[in-house]
């Protein structure tokens, strides 16, 4: 069964440093990825997606994340972090080719100190 | 073109009641899922939907939990008979194609 680790439960950074979230999966094949943002109270917004092709992905709010099929990883960066960027982030996965459900990782939860 | 739309935001029932969760897709996607967030965990995966048919409903408890998308009107989750272990958010997430999924605000369901 495919299954998805996000390592770092709590990460704290400063305004204006950089940053990058871990993501890695575990499955057959290379699926679909996917990374969102949750507010405190809130739905996810989903910040960009990997199918195919390129593998640096670029989202909104300045995210990018880099697909690296030789470690299983899809990380998520930001070369630097804004206030409004604290919240938490999910990195999911789902098989390619059919529409299916979404496997989600534990999250990580940023905050960012001014 | 509006998001997905749930409702209500807030639930809150007793024990043995029932709670009916309600869930709007974004218009033009017949795609739609159900899935579950407890108190700081991950979202696990209850149901998926097309228009009228159950898709994939592995992730769904064998009793108590059903779920619905009728050729009219929104998706419906609805629990009978609600424990406390159903306290939890809900979020519903719609797609045009099946692949990139689109959440809803959620429904917070307590239980008291």
């Known amino acids: 069964a495919q299954s998805v680790t996000q390592p770092d439960i709590h990460i704290t950074v400063s305004e204006g440093a950089s940053l990058e979230l871990r993501c890695n999966y575990s499955?057959?094949?290379?699926?679909?990825l996917f990374w969102y943002v949750q507010s405190p109270g809130q739905g996810l917004q989903l910040l960009l997606k990997?199918?195919?092709?390129?593998?640096l992905v670029q989202g909104i709010k300045g995210f990018e994340a880099e697909f690296k099929r030789s470690q299983s990883s899809f990380n998520l960066r930001k070369p630097s972090v804004h206030w409004s960027d604290a919240a938490e982030y999910f990195c999911a996965v789902a098989p390619t080719g059919t529409a299916s459900k979404l496997t989600f990782g534990t999250g990580t939860r940023l905050q960012v100190t001014l | 073109n509006a998001g997905v739309m749930q409702n209500p935001r807030h639930l809150v029932r007793r024990r043995g009641q029932e709670a009916r969760l309600r869930c709007s897709p974004m218009k033009g996607h017949s795609h739609v899922y159900w899935y579950r967030q407890l108190p700081e965990e991950g979202l696990k995966f209850m149901v998926y939907?097309?228009?009228?048919?159950?898709?994939?409903e592995s992730g769904m408890p064998k009793e108590r939990f059903s779920a619905e998308f009728p050729k009219e009107g929104p998706s419906i989750l609805r629990i009978q008979q609600v424990v406390r272990g159903d306290s939890a958010a809900y979020f519903c997430?719609?797609?045009?194609?099946?692949?990139?999924?689109?959440f809803g605000p959620g429904t917070r369901l307590l239980v008291l």
């Open positions: 997430a719609s797609s045009p194609e099946g692949a990139t999924q689109y």
């Open positions: 990997y199918f195919s092709g390129d593998t």
């Open positions: 499955y057959g094949a290379t699926p679909y």
């Open positions: 939907l097309q228009k009228e048919n159950i898709i994939d």
